[in-house]
Structure formats: structure tokens, C-alpha cells
């Protein structure tokens, strides 16, 4: 099984609602990954968890919230999110976090804050 | 930080056209380098890596890749495209060691193939 799911697929939220991310593997990889991606753009690296704790944060908003309950499970709690924040949010694992595993890939969650 | 930069923007072939996709990385260490490609509505998937060794990598659907160092280049190669990789193309790199995990991607080419 390589693979990733996330769910839900989309999400339409006001900018007063919570919301959650969730994003599943059962590779037994180590480091999992958030990234968020806008129209037209690459991903961009928000979050990395490595054995399940929280090791980059790549100086994202606090009304976004990770969390990683196991080793397979990342969620991404949303909270007071503004309209820029729109986007296809992307997990990701591997391996581990050394830099020398390929990252797989979920199908994304795309989010619309209205 | 690392940065990677990637020439073409939007490149438009003809079935059985050769293929070129250009891809610069700056950082001062040891770096990994990998080709993701994301079909319509299909998710990031991975088309070849550099770890180590060969400069020259395959990857799956006849890609092909060479690594540079002295250029700090790892362009993309297909010697014949198909309608069916029609696609956005990223570069990536990760470094190791210090700053491992922090993956950074390049803008992305759109490759759009005429049958």
C-alpha cells in the first residue's frame, strides 16, 4: 500500500468556523508533511512532524494547527481562517525525515474560505 | 535557504518532440534532487530522484535526468513525448543534514503535448 488519503476532499468554510484536516498512511513511514498549494504554484512546505513530533514549522499562522495523534494519522486543525488561505492543502510522507526518501503524495484537500 | 528556479514556464511540443526541462538549484550544502509531475486532476506523484552516484537517473514513463554539480543543474529529458504527459513538472530539492525534511519546489513548467 503506497498510499496516502486525505480527507475531506473539499471543504468550503467561513472564516468564523473550525475545521479539521486529515490525512492517513499505513507505510509505515516516520515523517509526514504539509504543504500547501495555490493555483498555478508549487507546493509550499508548511509543517514537518518526524517521529511524530513536530520538527519545522515553516513560520505558519497560528490559526493553523497540526497535530499528529500516531504514526499514521496528520491532522491539520483550521480555526478563524482568512479568504487567502484557499488552497488544494497537501499531505505528504516518507520514510523518514533525512532528506533521502521520496515523499508520497496525497490527492489533497481543497479548501475554500469564503 | 535553498531556491530553485525553473527556466520555462509553459512549454508546448508536438507528439514524438524531444524534451528539455531545465532546473537550477542554489544551496550551499548537499542536496538530494527529484522531478515530481502532477496530471490533471491527479496528485504529486514522483518521476525520478538523485540520491548519489550515476549523475544520469531513469525514472518511470522514459524520463530521464542529469545531474550537474558543477552547474547546479538537473534538467529533465524525454526523447519523445506523448500526448499523455501533458502536465505540470517540478523540480525539488531537499538537503540533507542540516535542514533535512525542508523540501523546496520550483515554480513548475506546464507541459502541454499536441497529438
Known amino acids: 500500500d503506497t498510499e496516502v488519503t486525505q480527507t475531506p476532499k473539499h471543504l468550503v468554510m467561513g472564516m468564523t468556523n473550525k475545521k479539521s484536516l486529515k490525512c492517513e498512511q499505513h507505510m509505515g513511514h516516520r515523517a509526514m508533511y504539509w504543504y500547501k498549494q495555490k493555483a498555478k504554484k508549487p507546493p509550499e512546505l508548511m509543517f514537518v512532524?518526524?517521529?511524530?513530533?513536530?520538527?519545522i514549522n515553516e513560520s505558519v499562522p497560528s490559526r493553523f494547527s497540526p497535530e499528529c495523534p500516531n504514526s499514521s494519522l496528520l491532522n491539520l486543525h483550521l480555526h478563524a481562517l482568512q479568504p487567502e488561505d484557499s488552497a488544494l492543502y497537501l499531505c505528504a510522507s516518507s520514510q523518514d525525515p533525512s532528506g533521502q526518501e521520496t515523499q508520497y503524495f496525497g490527492p489533497g484537500t481543497r479548501l475554500l474560505v469564503l | 535557504a535553498q531556491s530553485v528556479s525553473q527556466h520555462n514556464h509553459h512549454v508546448i511540443l508536438s507528439e514524438a518532440a524531444s524534451l528539455e526541462l531545465g532546473c537550477n538549484y542554489s544551496y550551499g550544502g548537499t542536496v538530494n534532487l527529484f522531478w515530481y509531475v502532477q496530471y490533471p486532476g491527479q496528485h504529486l506523484q514522483l518521476l525520478l530522484k538523485y540520491f548519489s552516484g550515476d549523475p544520469l537517473v531513469k525514472g518511470i514513463k522514459g524520463f530521464e535526468a542529469e545531474f550537474i554539480k558543477s552547474k547546479f543543474s538537473f534538467n529533465l529529458r524525454k526523447p519523445s513525448v506523448q500526448w499523455s504527459d501533458t502536465a505540470e513538472y517540478f523540480c525539488a530539492v531537499n538537503p540533507i543534514n542540516t535542514n533535512a525534511g525542508k523540501s523546496t519546489f520550483g515554480d513548475g513548467t506546464t507541459l502541454t503535448v499536441k497529438p
Open positions: 512532524y518526524s517521529y511524530e513530533k513536530l520538527s
